[in-house]
């Protein structure tokens, strides 16, 4: 599967069948849209003739208001969302969205953009990252309504990553935690509705950052066996993006290192309330997270607790109120043992 270079129109269709487009642009994408569904729409990019130069089904977007979204249901009637991905093999003169004739015909147009005289233009993009905060400044000029996207890429801009889109000012800041450290490119692109045109930045250098990680086993608050197999089950991410490396990862409990790997097994400590702790030294420091671990002595609990109530306790709770019979408490029973009577 390889992104190809489409004019992406979207859309939504309302009650009284009107059509309203929302976003236009040209962009490098893949041709599907999985879960779609059709619709009597085709948009279509023009020559300056009024040729046809390209055209794609307007397909339907299904909305999932509950559930998995994996079911094959057919859509609702009413208002929906729609999505046209046209090939883009020329600048064209304009974009046109036609409703195909229920007989052999040409169809009645619903939507139609003419392409402005000039494609907007991006005059510059500086972006810097600085103690966790990036800022992107541009210059750029178009003819109408200009809207901007802010992408990224770790691989000199082979792949891109959205960063912000909608933009309409000329400067964005971000967080920079959720990139990946290292030497990366960004990206402008500059939609006039019509056009889309874009500028790279010079390498901006991310520092890199200690690695992210997590605990998946032990699950916290759910009591082991104590001497029963163990899993000691880590999750890495390093910051920039890279593989991690497995044996990085170090496991103790309770302040004693007890193995080391990313996953391992190891027999479960003596029973009692314990500290997991996994520390991973990545190639841009040390992360460490903690956990609780709760470990039970097989021979004097019942199976039963550990679904996290204490039948063994409430079991023998009611076979004492059966041995003392109906309407007789405890307490009584110790004031009778003692002599007294009681009242």
């Known amino acids: 599967m ?18 309203e487009v929302k976003s236009v642009m040209r962009l490098q994408a893949l041709a599907t849209t999985r879960g779609a569904a059709s619709t009597p729409y085709v948009a279509q990019l023009l020559g300056a003739q009024g040729e046809v130069l390209a055209a794609a089904p307007v397909v339907r ?74 800022r992107a400044t541009w210059q750029a000029r178009g003819e109408g309504a200009v809207e901007f996207s802010l992408q990224f890429s770790k691989d000199r801009g ?8 909608g933009l309409t000012g ?12 290292g030497r990366l490119v960004f990206r402008l692109l500059a939609h006039d509705g019509f056009h889309s045109v874009a500028r790279v930045s010079r390498p901006v250098v991310v520092p890199p950052r200690p690695p992210i990680v997590s605990i998946l086993s032990p699950q916290a608050g759910r009591p082991f066996f104590a001497g029963a197999p163990l899993r000691l089950w880590g999750a890495i991410t390093e910051g920039d993006g890279a593989p991690a490396d497995p044996s990085a990862g170090e496991w103790l ?50 199976p039963r607790r550990l679904a996290g109530g204490d039948a063994t306790r409430g079991a023998a709770a009611r076979r004492a109120r059966a041995r ?20």
Do not use: Y
Request: some cysteine; glycine content about 14%; aromatic content about 4%.
């Open 2 to 19: 390889k992104a190809q270079p489409f004019i992406s129109i979207l859309g939504t269709v309302d009650d009284t069948r009107a059509v």
């Open 170 to 181: 000329t400067e964005h800041r971000f967080r920079a935690e959720p990139l990946p450290s």
């Open 158 to 165: 082979r792949s891109w990553n959205g960063l912000a889109v």
């Open 324 to 343: 003392r019979g109906p309407g007789r408490s405890a307490g009584a029973g110790r004031r009778r043992r003692k002599g007294g009577r009681a009242r």
């Open 61 to 134: 977007l299904r909305a999932q208001g509950s559930g998995c979204g994996c079911g094959q249901s057919v859509p609702a009637a009413g208002p929906f969302v729609f999505e046209a991905m046209v090939a883009d093999v020329a600048p064209g003169a304009a974009l046109r969205i036609v409703k195909r004739a229920e007989e052999r015909g040409p169809g009645e147009t619903a939507w139609t953009r003419d392409a402005p005289e000039r494609p907007p233009v991006v005059r510059s993009l500086v972006v810097t990252v600085n103690r966790g905060e990036g």
């Open 253 to 302: 409990v309770d302040g004693r290192a007890v193995a080391r790997g990313a996953d391992v097994w190891i027999a479960a400590p003596a029973p009692g309330a314990h500290r997991c702790t996994f520390i991973v030294r990545g190639r841009g420091g040390t992360a460490r997270v903690e956990g609780d671990l709760r470990t039970l002595d097989p021979r004097e609990t019942d």
